[in-house]
């Protein structure tokens, strides 16, 4: 989950939220490739030229489409400009000693186009207005459809037309724009003026809207008359997803009450946000830190591995059992085939089984562990908490007097406690939020059962929840059970 769909979409790298969203943003874009580089069915340049394309949002795929040639004189330096002759907009560029250039031009649908190649590097004024500068020599300029990869019947042209979404454009015709889009430039003002204005309309859609009336300040009753019954919550986010980015569920996390970011002493001072504090016995034992800003020094809402920034320890290996403990689950192979995703060949008494090995990077680039789940079962020897957060409190506001008692859940069922006795009773309703630690360098969701690993990532989060929703949203397992929940990993809990 996360929240801030506006963060949720300039950050993920999920393929189709890029396509159907940032590249209608920042495009249509107009670039050049060295046609040496392209197979035949792709270009219709010769070697020597530059294949002029757009690329540019069909639905949520990104599509890109030769438009054009330009000429190529080795590495000689050229500045392009491409004005947008319907409303008057130019971008421009200097092309790479490659003869590579990508510029997004704000553009409707059908506008007319035309590129100016100047001799030389930075032939403008300023890289705004993309003016040519006084006595700037024009090498070339191209103002209509070059050669098209469709060469079917239903193109006019001999030479063959340019087919995107069903319409053509025949080699000859005026150049035109064949889809929309805004060419916002990046880290520009512009830019998040409009990712602002998005946000606003998109407010009244976005779960981080609605995450403080689950429980914090529950909405009216329309049906019943009344304030709602708070509702239950648990927040499973994944440690370094960069799919729903890890810093947008943290985000919801927030939102909902679960991951406190004001100081116990601040509870006092703003009381209309004591709901947000943290407890002086979380505070104490974090070291005197409220749970957001754990989570930003350990740069869990970061998230990016290859960052290296807490580097595992000495004996970080695959989360799996060792070969003589778990034959029966692993498919046997030969040095060619036979092993999925990240699994290697290997030999134990001349048969061969699949096995997984980490990488040294994938060791050194490993995420941090805030929670800390397995309690050390995993073999990741990644650093964690002294003190792991799994964070859950009653699922109702709190006053500035009442913050021990609103956070008993996790006060406790506080981590590494020896018995089970005493810990939380499960017998009102929660919020809570935890960032499950999948693998080093991160994960979006947890998956299938996987009997093979040392901990059952997948078994556990999914008893887990299931648990929470059968008991109405009552039972964070970790902290009724501190001492006994890996049996969540392993399906013999009692319930």
């Not at 929240?3 to 393929?15: A, F, M, P, Q, Y």
């Not at 498919?331 to 040294?360: E, M, V």
């Not at 929940?485 to 809990?493: F, N, P, Q």
Request: aromatic share 8%.
């Amino acid at each position: 989950p996360g929240g801030g769909l506006t963060d949720v979409i300039v950050r993920s790298n999920e393929r189709e939220v890029v396509n159907a969203s940032v590249l209608r943003t920042l495009g249509p874009l107009v670039v050049s490739v060295p046609a040496s580089g392209l197979s035949q069915k792709s270009t219709r340049c010769a070697a020597d030229e530059l294949s002029l394309r757009f690329v540019m949002t069909s639905v949520n795929k990104a599509r890109e489409q030769e438009f054009a040639c330009a000429p190529r004189d080795g590495d000689r330096p050229m500045t392009v400009i491409v004005h947008n002759e319907a409303n008057g907009e130019r971008r421009c560029a200097t092309l790479t000693k490659e003869g590579r250039f990508r510029v997004g031009v704000p553009a409707t649908r059908g506008d007319y186009l035309t590129l100016t190649f100047l001799d030389g590097a930075h032939q403008v004024t300023d890289y705004g207005a993309c003016q040519p500068v006084a006595g700037a020599t024009v090498r070339q300029f191209i103002e209509r459809f070059g050669k098209g990869l469709d060469t079917s019947d239903a193109c006019p042209s001999a030479d063959g037309c340019l087919l995107f979404e069903g319409e053509r454009w025949a080699a000859g015709d005026y150049l035109r724009f064949p889809a929309d889009g805004l060419g916002l430039r990046r880290g520009s003002p512009d830019l998040r003026r409009f990712l602002q204005l998005t946000q606003t309309a998109l407010d009244p859609a976005d779960p981080i809207s609605f995450a403080p009336k689950y429980a914090m300040s529950p909405i009216t009753d329309a049906r019943r008359g009344g304030l709602a019954s708070p509702r239950g919550l648990m927040v499973i986010a994944e440690a370094g997803d960069q799919t729903v980015p890890i810093s947008t569920g943290v985000a919801l996390g927030r939102a909902a009450g679960a991951v406190p970011f004001f100081r116990p002493d601040q509870a006092a001072r703003f009381p209309e946000w004591a709901s947000y504090a943290t407890p002086g016995a979380l505070f104490d034992a974090l070291g005197g830190r409220t749970p957001n800003r754990v989570l930003i020094e350990r740069h869990v809402v970061e998230g990016v591995a290859h960052l290296a920034r807490h580097p595992a320890g000495p004996s970080c290996r695959a989360n799996e059992l060792p070969v003589d403990a778990s034959p029966a689950c692993r498919p046997r192979c030969d040095a060619s085939s036979g092993c999925f995703g990240d699994q290697r060949c290997g030999d134990k008494s001349h048969d061969s089984f699949c096995t997984t090995t980490l990488s040294k990077a994938t060791c050194d680039e490993a995420l941090f562990d805030v929670d800390d789940l397995d309690e050390g079962a995993q073999p990741f020897d990644e650093q964690r908490l002294t003190t792991p957060l799994r964070l859950a409190r009653r699922a109702r506001a709190a006053a500035p007097s009442e913050l021990e008692e609103v956070w008993a859940p996790r006060l406790l069922g506080a981590p590494r406690r020896a018995s089970d006795q005493g810990a939380w009773s499960a017998d009102e309703r929660v919020v809570a939020f935890t960032a499950a630690y999948i693998r080093p360098e991160g994960q979006h969701a947890f998956y299938n059962p996987a009997p093979c690993q040392a901990w059952d990532n997948a078994t556990y989060l999914a008893n887990l929840a299931a648990r929470f929703v059968g008991t109405g949203g009552r039972d964070v397992y970790y902290l009724s059970h501190p001492a006994s929940h890996g049996c969540l990993a392993r399906g013999t809990c009692a319930f």
